[in-house]
């Protein structure tokens, strides 16, 4: 793709000399027109790997280039970003809300919201869920190569008799959840609970983390024993709209 | 699929919502418009009436359109406002004489202190619960009306009318020019200085301290009131509340007993008290206000404590200090350490609200070693907020007789959760976030609905209000007593650093 190798020349250009260069000059230096370099630097602005000076125009690398080996959204970021739509997926499912994201071959909760019965609940945020037995945990899996095979070669702690622990028969359900974009797990944490998530995503739509809803049985399930069909829709509305917001455009 | 449900209208410094609410009181659509700042002087904020009454233009038909709402469908309208601005404008042509004078103008800093000085001074809070500061409308209004002569003889025929931004609006959807109500509601007129706390009427002595005619106010009605019909932009709505913007998120909040209490942490943050049925008078800097009046009843009362920097220290940290990208990585960097390694920033920038009121403080980072990292700075920063608003709440309880039992928390600062911890800590009380990320448009609309019955009383509001989150207090006793000294010995810090004769630093006024 021509338009990807122009954009690697132009943060080659970037990380040479002064570093800090013109759209003119760095149209004139590969040899583009001004308007075409001009829409690659506005698109690499976007994603954070170049910055413009406001006083003088001119471009430089983005500090985003710097650790892009490292978590590039913070997770109290993703909390406050997220914070107004897992509010109005709680008051729509009636079921309490948490976003996850992985640390250390476990889901992390980085966001709780009570479900609004007035019931006594504890903030669980900062706890550690098991990926491979939750809703959020599957959906992270799903996106997550590296993490899917990290698990593959750990010892999968059995829950209640229906935790999945085969890897086939995990990989199958990973499959699933990319096919239909999002997760659920019956019974297979905690018994008579059961909980449905979806991707939240990024720039470029990657993943970086999951929405999700929780609770009894008999509230989450359809009379197949299946996740209720609306309440997947409040969870994937959910995370479109937090994807959105974060800049994920197609989402 | 059209359902009746409520407007409201939230005119804030920054920009004015639209939002439409269901029976439950869920949010259904939201229209925005940014107005514009302007700053013609140091000092000096003003916006543009005009602008703001086309915005309502704007997003009022555009928020029916987004949730598929016809007017019909509107039960009412509540109107929550920014607080103090202050317009003028003719009542024939529906002009303002100038631009709206903003809460943050300190204009009158001169007049002010030239008022304080002459005799009668000493009966303004008395009379309205507030001290005489630049901060109120009245002072505004004389400033506009001692610039123009004729301007003064038009106000005293009634010809040019006073009003904050919810009486503008409300005039302007009322017909304007060709008929336009002129009212204001209780707990807006009771930021003005010129209303009598007592009687909930314009005080004659305090309109002759200030040398403001009669004519040109305003009538003051409850909270919830048949404000008349709107005539203009969406005609036929029922106008059923209008409240100060800190008073409808009291009202959001449901703070509907004494002793409840609510903060809102922004930029600043603004903590309110019900105080019930009488004005609880503050000894220790708060203010006394109306918290809000439904229909007929008795006013219900409230203290207010303001803190001027809260949210805007951790926007510092960010833009000034540059050790954080984006606000809510306070937090982040804050965990990277397990305390305050003994450091404390006070951010007296311009100097110190509530409780102390002191002008001349300016802010201090104390306890510095070469221990101290980054990450003791940004704990620094969230602690702050937690102890401005311990002393709030201090005063608060020494004022009303009552004792703080909960802290209702609303604002964008509620999702750092370590701060919220902090809150619960050095309060010693459990810190609820309410399931409502709008608590001030929410507010309005819950008056507006209660005015017209769609919500039959308080207690069938409460049923719609649920916990998102909740903090417990889990300092141990002895540390929240050390640290309490440890700040409290930082505020003093900050006492008397500017003097009158010192030159403003950085070329320019503060």
Redesign the interface.
């Known amino acids: 793709m021509q338009s990807i190798e122009r954009a690697a020349a132009i943060l080659r250009l970037l990380a040479r000399g002064s570093g800090r260069l013109g759209v003119g000059e760095i149209a004139s230096s590969l040899g583009l027109a001004k308007g075409t370099a001009h829409g690659i630097l506005r698109t690499l602005q976007g994603v954070g790997f170049v910055e413009q000076d406001s006083e003088t125009g001119k471009y430089q690398l983005g500090?985003t280039l710097l650790h892009l080996g490292t978590s590039y959204l913070?997770?109290?970021?993703l909390?406050?970003r997220a914070?107004?739509w897992a509010?109005?997926l709680?008051?729509?499912s009636g079921e309490a809300v948490r976003i996850g994201t992985p640390l250390e071959g476990k889901v992390l909760v980085v966001h709780?919201?009570?479900r609004?019965?007035?019931t006594l609940?504890t903030?669980d945020?900062g706890s550690l869920l098991p990926l491979h037995a939750t809703a959020m945990g599957k959906v992270l899996l799903s996106y997550d190569a590296d993490l899917a095979a990290t698990l593959r070669r750990a010892q999968l702690e059995s829950f209640t008799r229906r935790t999945l622990l085969a890897p086939a028969a995990l990989t199958k359900a990973l499959a699933e959840v990319r096919e239909v974009g999002w997760a659920g797990e019956v019974q297979e944490y905690l018994a008579g609970q059961a909980s449905i998530a979806a991707p939240i995503r990024g720039h470029g739509g990657l993943v970086v983390g999951a929405i999700g809803v929780s609770g009894a049985t008999e509230r989450m399930l359809d009379g197949k024993g299946r996740p209720d069909p609306q309440l997947v829709i409040y969870v994937r509305d959910a995370a479109r709209a937090v994807s959105r917001d974060l800049g994920a455009a197609r989402w | 699929m059209a359902q009746r449900c409520v407007m409201s209208i939230d005119q804030g410094t920054t920009s004015t919502r639209c939002m439409l609410f269901d029976r439950r009181g869920q949010l259904l659509s939201v229209a925005q418009r940014e107005h514009q700042q302007h700053f013609p002087r140091p000092g000096w904020v003003e916006h543009d009436p005009v602008e703001i009454w086309r915005n309502l233009g704007r997003i009022m038909p555009q928020a029916l359109r987004d949730a598929g709402v016809d007017i019909a469908d509107v039960v009412a309208l509540g109107i929550a406002n920014q607080r103090e601005t202050t317009v003028l404008w003719d009542r024939h042509t529906g002009h303002p004489v100038s631009r709206a004078i903003v809460w943050q103008d300190t204009r009158t800093d001169a007049l002010v202190t030239e008022l304080a000085a002459r005799p009668g001074a000493d009966q303004v809070p008395e009379r309205c619960g507030l001290p005489l500061a630049t901060y109120f409308s009245a002072p505004r209004i004389r400033w506009l009306l001692d610039r123009k002569p004729e301007l003064r003889e038009r106000a005293e025929r009634g010809d040019v009318l006073f009003g904050t931004m919810e009486s503008w609006l409300i005039w302007n959807l009322t017909g304007g020019p060709d008929g336009g109500v002129h009212v204001t509601d209780v707990t807006n007129a009771s930021r003005t200085l010129l209303m009598n706390l007592h009687t909930l009427t314009w005080d004659d002595k305090l309109l002759s301290f200030f040398d403001i005619p009669a004519a040109m106010l305003p009538r003051i009605t409850s909270s919830t009131s048949d404000y008349g019909l709107s005539h203009r932009i969406v005609p036929g709505i029922q106008i059923g509340a209008a409240l100060g913007d800190q008073h409808a998120a009291l009202f959001g909040q449901m703070c509907f007993r004494p002793g409840e209490a609510k903060c809102t942490y922004g930029t600043g943050s603004f903590l309110l008290m019900n105080t019930g049925t009488e004005p609880a008078r503050s000894k220790n800097g708060l203010l006394t206000t109306v918290g809000y009046q439904l229909g007929e009843e008795p006013a219900v009362y409230a203290l207010e404590g303001s803190i001027a920097v809260t949210g805007s220290l951790v926007q510092w940290f960010r833009d000034s200090l540059g050790l954080i990208t984006s606000a809510p990585e306070i937090e982040t960097l804050a965990r990277t350490v397990s305390d305050n390694g003994g450091c404390y920033i006070v951010p007296a920038f311009s100097g110190l609200f509530a409780p102390h009121w002191r002008s001349e403080a300016r802010g201090v980072i104390v306890g510095l070693t070469s221990y101290i990292t980054k990450g003791h700075l940004a704990r620094a920063v969230l602690e702050a907020t937690g102890w401005q608003t311990r002393e709030v709440v201090d005063a608060m309880n020494a004022d009303s007789g009552l004792t703080l039992s909960t802290l209702k928390v609303d604002g964008g600062m509620t999702s750092d959760n370590l701060l919220m911890q902090t809150v619960a800590d050095v309060l010693n009380v459990p810190v609820v976030r309410a399931m409502v990320p709008e608590t001030v448009s929410l507010g309005a609309a819950y008056a507006a609905g209660l005015a017209v019955g769609y919500w039959p009383d308080l207690e069938g509001l409460r049923r719609n209000w649920h916990r998102a989150a909740q903090w417990q207090p889990r300092m141990d006793p002895a540390l929240r007593v050390a640290e309490y000294r440890n700040w409290q010995r930082a505020v003093e810090l900050t006492f008397g650093w500017m003097r009158p004769d010192d030159p403003a630093p950085g070329g320019g006024p503060r």
Request: net charge negative; glycine share 0%.
């Open positions: 500090a913070d997770v109290n970021e909390r406050s914070i107004n509010d109005a709680a008051a729509r709780h919201v009570f609004p019965d007035d609940q903030l945020v």
